[in-house]
T-cell receptor, first 114, second 115 residues
Framework: AQSVTQPDIHITVSEGASLELRCNYSYGATPYLFWYVQSPGQGLQLLLKYFSGDTLVQGIKGFEAEFKRSQSSFNLRKPSVHWSDAAEYFCAVSPQDSGYALNFGKGTSLLVTP | EADIYQTPRYLVIGTGKKITLECSQTMGHDKMYWYQQDPGMELHLIHYSYGVNSTEKGDLSSESTVSRIRTEHFPLTLESARPSHTSQYLC??????????????FGPGTRLTVL
């Protein structure tokens, strides 16, 4: 069955430290991949997406993600976290050119400590 | 930045009331979506539309209904609200044809509480 897994429900990092959020998917072929961020009481904002091409994708707010086909992963990274990065992060996946809506992971809640 | 709006942002109502959650977008997107999100959980698709006069049910069964009379407007209605409908409802839209996958842009959400 098609699925998206975010193994970490909660992550706590110190401000200025590096961050990596994990996302694994299970699909028959390489899907389209997305990372969204949700601040409390808000909707979702797109951080970055991967459709094809370079497997290292740059996004907004200093985030990047790397697609690794062999590991079926699309992990999100940031070299230095800011307190304003505290939020819920969702990985989402969609089969290519299917017109399907996104399948979301359960999300990872990021807490940033001083 | 995407322009997609939802009203109201927060709604507290009693059981049995009829409610309509509004969603509008000014980007001319043909495709629109409604997701339901419980606290600490992933989003589940409950309705979507490919364009005017098109509505489809999503992966998660819902007692709500939707309509798409205008491209920019995709309201969601609950005829008789129940406490089990308490949740956050997120509207989204995207470009592209029926079989294409494009970036979805989300509204701020409506947090519904049914007493």
């Amino acid at each position: 069955a098609q699925s998206v897994t975010q193994p970490d429900i909660h992550i706590t990092v110190s401000e200025g430290a590096s961050l990596e959020l994990r996302c694994n998917y299970s699909y028959g072929a390489t899907p389209y991949l997305f990372w969204y961020v949700q601040s409390p009481g808000q909707g979702l904002q797109l951080l970055l997406k991967y459709f094809s091409g370079d497997t290292l994708v740059q996004g907004i707010k200093g985030f990047e993600a790397e697609f690794k086909r062999s590991q079926s992963s699309f992990n999100l990274r940031k070299p230095s976290v800011h307190w304003s990065d505290a939020a819920e992060y969702f990985c989402a996946v969609s089969p290519q050119d299917s017109g399907y809506a996104l399948n979301f992971g359960k999300g990872t809640s990021l807490l940033v400590t001083p | 930045e995407a322009d997609i709006y939802q009203t109201p942002r927060y709604l507290v109502i009693g059981t049995g009331k009829k409610i309509t959650l509004e969603c509008s977008q000014t980007m001319g997107h043909d495709k629109m979506y409604w997701y339901q999100q419980d606290p600490g959980m992933e989003l589940h698709l409950i309705h979507y539309s490919y364009g005017v006069n098109s509505t489809e049910k999503g992966d998660l069964s819902s007692e709500s209904t939707v309509s798409r009379i205008r491209t920019e407007h995709f309201p969601l209605t609950l005829e008789s609200a129940r406490p089990s409908h308490t949740s956050q409802y997120l509207c989204a839209s995207s470009m592209g044809g029926k079989r294409s996958t494009d970036t979805q842009y989300f509204g701020p959400g409506t947090r519904l509480t049914v007493l």
